[in-house]
T-cell receptor
Framework: NAGVTQTPKFQVLKTGQSMTLQCAQD?????MSWYRQDPGMGLRLIHY???????DQGEVPNGYNVSRSTTEDFPLRLLSAAPSQTSVYFC?????????????FGPGTRLTVL | AQTVTQSQPEMSVQEAETVTLSCTYD???????LFWYKQPPSRQMILVIRQEAYKQQNATENRFSVNFQKAAKSFSLKISDSQLGDTAMYFC????????????FGTGTSLTVIP
């Protein structure tokens, strides 16, 4: 098992550019989520999905889109990047998202928006 | 809304000594889970320990144990026999019992184990 993989590891964008952060898991987990981590702050939930075709907003969804067409993949799209979106992004998955599950986190993507 | 507060941005401990990291939280929920996650320099988030709020007994995992005080809304992590590999950021986190799905994280405590 590769676990949770994220690509790219690093990315630099200019303001207004768009891009997609990729997340994939090979554990057949129903629940996947995206977090951002800013300096001096804990991780904050952006969007999550409880299964293919089902997504919902988290704490800080503005400026981000997601879709879940397969169980394995959960891409995060930035439609028009802004400097405020400079952050480290983590994808996570678990069997059902419940509190007794073990959450598996990816290695993170460091995004800089100039 | 749930909030999680970690008031110690940085801590250090001598190798083989014991250290306690503090966490307080605020919630109106009666059933919930609390977690400690470790983030080493590799950035990988690793679950250290989990506590169910309705359980009186404090959770333990090898050298890691918690002091859970539900009335005081306090959830501290004790690391015994500290090792160099314990050097990391430690995050306290909260999750509602019923719906799950969303962690609320504290701002983290950077722990350095000194040889």
């Amino acid at each position: 098992n590769a676990g949770v993989t994220q690509t790219p590891k690093f990315q630099v964008l200019k303001t207004g550019q768009s891009m997609t952060l990729q997340c994939a898991q090979d554990m057949n987990h129903e629940y996947m989520s995206w977090y951002r981590q800013d300096p001096g702050m804990g991780l904050r939930l952006i969007h999550y999905s409880v299964g293919a075709g089902i997504t919902d907003q988290g704490e800080v969804p503005n400026g981000y889109n997601v879709s879940r067409s397969t169980t394995e993949d959960f891409p995060l799209r930035l439609l028009s990047a802004a400097p405020s979106q400079t952050s480290v992004y983590f994808c996570a998955s678990s069997p059902s998202g419940g509190p007794t599950d073990t959450q598996y986190f990816g290695p993170g993507t460091r995004l800089t928006v100039l | 809304a749930q909030t999680v507060t970690q008031s110690q941005p940085e801590m250090s401990v001598q190798e083989a000594e014991t250290v306690t990291l503090s966490c307080t939280y605020d919630t109106s929920e009666s059933n919930y889970y609390l977690f400690w996650y470790k983030q080493p320099p590799s950035r990988q988030m690793i679950l250290v320990i989990r506590q169910e709020a309705y359980k009186q007994q404090n959770a333990t995992e090898n050298r890691f144990s918690v002091n859970f005080q539900k009335a005081a809304k306090s959830f501290s992590l004790k690391i015994s026999d500290s090792q160099l590999g314990d050097t990391a950021m430690y995050f306290c986190a909260f999750m509602k019992y019923a719906t799950g799905n969303q962690f609320y994280f504290g701002t983290g405590t950077s722990l350095t184990v000194i040889p």
